[in-house]
């Protein structure tokens, strides 16, 4: 009979072990979910300052279309910090762009729109290649002008 009792206070001492990490593991979440929305969190300066430029997830990829060594890694950063989906950077086909173009892969000429407004790059350097081998918006090549940019 005292190794039955010992039985059931052992397995009611692990249910209630059990119970309190459970509750402890809900208030965890239930202060992470109340921070969350206090408090969201701002992605960028620049996002606010000109809501305009970004309204969805623009997929673009950057491409070096002068020959300067890690242009387009370099780049990437600043434009995440835009809002910009970066998915892809790497050389253009050749290294004779002289002004930045930016290329719209969809039937959406908007989002190339707003990747130039952002960059400072005219309307008339915007180029419309749809195809359905690409998987994003917008290729932005960046020419000998790069640093003529809004970056």
């Given at each position: ?39 969201p ?14 309204s ?17 890694t ?11 989906d ?17 290329i ?26 749809i ?6 918006d ?14």
């Open positions: 009979m005292a190794d039955s009792n010992k039985g059931i206070e052992r397995s009611s001492l692990l249910l209630n072990a059990a119970i309190g990490f459970l509750g402890f593991l809900l208030v965890i979440l239930v202060f992470s979910l109340i921070t969350r929305l206090l408090y969190r701002i992605i960028s300066d620049r996002s606010e300052q000109d809501p305009a430029l970004i969805s997830v623009i997929q673009l990829e950057v491409l070096n279309g002068c020959g300067i060594p890690g242009l387009a370099a780049y990437t950063g600043t434009l995440r910090n835009y809002g910009f970066v998915v892809e950077t790497g050389n253009f086909d050749h290294f004779n762009v002289e002004n930045t173009i930016v719209a892969r969809t039937a959406q000429l908007e989002n190339a729109r707003r990747v130039a407004s952002a960059l400072g790059i005219d309307e008339k350097q915007i180029l419309r290649e195809s359905g081998e690409f998987y994003l917008v290729t932005l090549v960046l020419g000998a002008d790069y640093e003529s940019l809004n970056l």
